[in-house]
T-cell receptor, first 114, second 114 residues
Framework: DAKTTQPPSMDCAEGRAANLPCNHS???????VYWYRQIHSQGPQYIIH???NNETNEMASLIITEDRKSSTLILPHATLRDTAVYYC???????????????FGTGTQLKVEL | DAGVTQSPTHLIKTRGQHVTLRCSPI?????VSWYQQVLGQGPQFIFQ???????GRGNFPDRFSARQFPNYSSELNVNALLLGDSALYLC?????????????FGPGTRLLVL
């Protein structure tokens, strides 16, 4: 699976948009981009994923560049409860049930402040 | 709907003992994966099981084993515990049927080895 690079930490003011970048310059055509977050001492929470089109759900938006070498997770109106470590993961789409492991890096610690 | 559940939530063991951790997947999910997260690092993949068969294994010693039951719940066993096995053990379940196969995590079991 492709390696990802994320900034170790970011700050964001409450109510503002949080834009978390991820570089995955070696991504291949059959690799999805996944985002998870982990609030202190809890299990990782799935946020969103995409292949090449931009995606939006009730939690966030995912913007993937046209060359797919980088992506940005956008939390449109960050709150204090969004303070967490955010992980960007690229994963090969194996056959169903065929060893679809997630390879986590160290992620970005997002701190949302008043 | 109930999410992934894990038991116990916390556990203290001594070196050399063995431990069994349990996981119940989301209803309808037939695949279960196990991850280990030591303090300050991202989760590391241990195993994936689908239809009671091992479908993937991470770089962990043979002291680590797992199995999946007919109801798709799973157990992770660790023998001859070492101090370095102290970690948060995470279980994730996924619905197998598409290439995307998003994994959803439980709250984890925190193991302390003394």
């Amino acid at each position: 699976d492709a390696k990802t690079t994320q900034p170790p930490s970011m700050d964001c003011a409450e109510g503002r948009a949080a834009n978390l970048p991820c570089n995955h310059s070696t991504i291949s055509g059959n690799e999805y981009v996944y985002w998870y977050r982990q609030i202190h001492s809890q299990g990782p929470q799935y946020i969103i994923h995409g292949l090449k089109n931009n995606e939006t759900n009730e939690m966030a938006s995912l913007i993937i560049t046209e060359d797919r070498k980088s992506s940005t997770l956008i939390l449109p109106h960050a709150t204090l409860r969004d303070t967490a470590v955010y992980y960007c993961i690229v994963r090969v789409a194996h056959a169903p049930g065929g060893g679809n492991k997630l390879t986590f890096g160290t992620g970005t610690q997002l701190k949302v402040e008043l | 709907d109930a999410g992934v559940t894990q038991s116990p939530t916390h556990l203290i063991k001594t070196r050399g003992q063995h431990v069994t951790l349990r996981c119940s997947p989301i209803s309808g999910h037939k695949s279960v994966s196990w991850y280990q997260q030591v303090l300050g690092q991202g989760p590391q993949f241990i195993f994936q099981y689908y239809e009671k068969e091992e479908r993937g294994r991470g770089n962990f010693p043979d002291r680590f084993s797992a199995r999946q039951f007919p109801n798709y719940s799973s157990e992770l066993n660790v023998n001859a515990l070492l101090l370095g096995d102290s970690a948060l053990y995470l279980c994730a379940s996924s619905f197998v049927g598409t290439l995307q196969e998003t994994q959803y995590f439980g709250p984890g079991t925190r193991l302390l080895v003394l």
